[in-house]
């Protein structure tokens, strides 16, 4: 079977079967993040921040519970003026903390506080919770397998596009 590399052509079976995996991750990623399934999750778990504060959480979460403004701007393909907006609601609600970076007395990092973690925590225990709900007639197996599948999309991703 011929792989679906950069430069490659591929068969017309594989590009049916990728176009098909394009359409449905496309379909879930715009269900899973749009607005209303976030404000949702947000709701359930008593959470008390926006759509975007969420976001940046964890962003933040996912690169060790500190970065500076413009890693999280470049994660969340936002510019810097927007996530200095987020940042600043996120730092009056405690989330966050603005701190001079050891590295680069000039540059900003922002932590997450402990306010912050346990917020990140109560929204991904519902997130959890949630997908236990949409997949509650799956088999145990099967979700194993779907969560093998995309950690390894996940990480082929991660090494592909960004290096």
């Known amino acids: 079977m011929a792989r679906a590399t950069p430069g490659h052509a591929v068969t017309t079976s594989e590009v049916a079967g990728l176009t098909a995996l394009h359409d449905s991750f496309a379909n879930i990623l715009s269900r899973w993040a749009a607005a209303g399934i976030q404000e949702v999750i947000i709701e359930r778990?008593?959470?008390?921040?926006?759509?975007?504060?969420?976001?940046?959480?964890?962003?933040?979460m996912r690169a060790g519970g500190s970065a500076r403004p413009s890693h999280?701007?470049?994660?969340?393909?936002?510019?810097?003026?927007?996530v200095s907006k987020v940042l600043a609601r996120m730092e009056a609600r405690g989330l966050v903390e603005r701190a001079t970076d050891e590295g680069d007395q000039r540059a900003v990092s922002?932590?997450?506080?402990?306010?912050?973690?346990?917020?990140?925590?109560?929204v991904v225990d519902t997130s959890i919770t949630m997908l236990?709900?949409?997949l509650h007639d799956w088999s145990h197996d099967d979700i194993e397998q779907f969560g093998a599948l995309l950690d390894r999309y996940a990480t082929a991703l991660q090494n592909t596009v960004f290096g």
Not at 48 to 60: F, R
Not at 110 to 122: D, W
Request: aromatic content about 0%; proline content about 2%.
């Open 45 to 60: 778990a008593g959470a008390g921040i926006d759509p975007a504060s969420m976001t940046v959480l964890n962003v933040l």
């Open 72 to 82: 999280v701007a470049q994660q969340t393909g936002t510019g810097a003026s927007n």
């Open 110 to 122: 922002i932590t997450v506080t402990g306010a912050g973690r346990r917020t990140h925590q109560a």
């Open 132 to 134: 236990g709900e949409v």
